[in-house]
């Protein structure tokens, strides 16, 4: 069954960064780029302004102005999701209105992270307030429980949501309870996209029902993949296999050196300078820097 909303996802959704200049301001003019990229490496979507894009450190008006650019960039070639999670509900909700009337293809949201829904009922009624503020787009719910604390297990979430919800899609799960994921991925048949969000566990999220994926390496990685979810669909668990040991061996490299701001240098690498991250992440320094491309170029990166 699939919601009369919903047009399916199939494929990668990569999770782009948000470029900055060095003084801190929005290079909304790299947006573009970014977007030809995506297109050209044969990714179907882009979930923006996330955590790899540094939501939760912009102002609501550059926020607004970056989905703006996404969505103009694209023009029909690569759909956008538009991160509007916030501690505010009535932000969150200013933000979902804007997504719809930008002509996004969909908005997302995590769980408020300071004053935490206290039960399932309470998180799917915030959910249900900002989805109803874009009533005509999908409403997809964004799990990352180390980010927010909230834990619910998400095969709980999904009929209330489902149910409570008229616009509920689907849910961006960034965690590892495969189990939990398998279960979502068979409620009522598959009804609800689910969108697998470990870059370096894609193959168990493939076997456990996933379709999509939403991942910040797929900005500079679809390369490698893309044969990885080919090798998959035909039965070839070895080569799969390969393919994520290569995808994992640099991710290593990255969550080593720091997480996002080594994967925005990496951005760089691969051909588009993203800039530096936002306090009160720090980026690189020339050392540390060196280092990280050293260690990316033993390792096969930037791809050939």
């Given at each position: 069954?699939?919601?009369?909303?919903?047009?399916?996802?199939?494929?990668?959704?990569?999770?782009?960064?948000?470029?900055?200049?060095?003084?801190?301001?929005?290079?909304?003019?790299?947006?573009?780029?970014?977007?030809?990229?995506?297109?050209?490496?044969?990714?179907?979507?882009?979930?923006?302004?996330?955590?790899?894009g540094e939501g939760p450190s912009l102002t609501m008006a550059e926020r607004m102005r970056v989905s703006g650019r996404w969505v103009a960039a694209a023009?029909?070639?690569?759909?956008?999701?538009?991160?509007?999670?916030?501690?505010?509900?009535?932000e969150a909700r200013e933000l979902a209105a804007h997504a719809q009337a930008i002509g996004a293809d969909g908005v997302g949201c995590l769980a408020p992270y300071f004053f935490r829904p206290a039960s399932i009922a309470d998180l799917v009624g915030f959910c249900g307030h900002v989805a109803a503020a874009a009533p005509a787009l999908p409403f997809y719910y964004y799990h990352i429980p180390s980010l927010t604390g909230v834990t619910f297990p998400m095969r709980e979430f999904l009929?209330?949501?489902?149910?409570?919800?008229?616009?509920?899609?689907?849910?961006?799960?960034?965690?590892?309870?495969?189990?939990?994921f398998a279960a979502c991925t068979r409620f009522e048949d598959g009804a609800y996209e689910m969108f697998f969000g470990r870059d370096e566990l894609l193959i168990e999220g493939l076997a456990a029902g996933a379709t999509g994926a939403i991942g910040s390496t797929y900005s500079y990685m679809a390369g490698i993949?893309?044969?990885?979810?080919?090798?998959?669909?035909?039965?070839?668990?070895?080569?799969?296999?390969?393919?994520?040991?290569?995808?994992n061996r640099i991710i290593a490299i990255m969550i080593r050196h720091g997480g996002l701001p080594a994967g925005k240098r990496m951005m760089a690498i691969a051909g588009i300078d993203c800039g530096p991250v936002r306090s009160p992440l720090a980026p690189l320094?020339?050392?540390?820097?060196?280092?990280?491309?050293?260690?990316?170029?033993?390792?096969?990166?930037?791809?050939?």
């Open positions: 069954m699939t919601t009369p909303h919903q047009q399916r996802f199939t494929g990668l959704v990569a999770a782009p960064f948000t470029p900055f200049h060095d003084d801190g301001a929005v290079a909304e003019d790299v947006i573009e780029r970014q977007c030809e990229k995506l297109v050209a490496d044969g990714v179907v979507g882009a979930f923006v302004c996330g955590t790899t023009r029909n070639r690569l759909r956008v999701v538009v991160h509007v999670g916030h501690t505010s509900a009535a009929p209330v949501a489902a149910k409570a919800i008229p616009n509920f899609a689907g849910i961006k799960y960034t965690f590892e309870d495969l189990a939990d993949y893309h044969p990885l979810i080919a090798a998959h669909h035909e039965a070839q668990a070895a080569v799969a296999r390969t393919w994520q040991e290569k995808a320094d020339g050392a540390a820097a060196a280092a990280l491309e050293t260690e990316l170029a033993a390792a096969g990166f930037p791809l050939a």
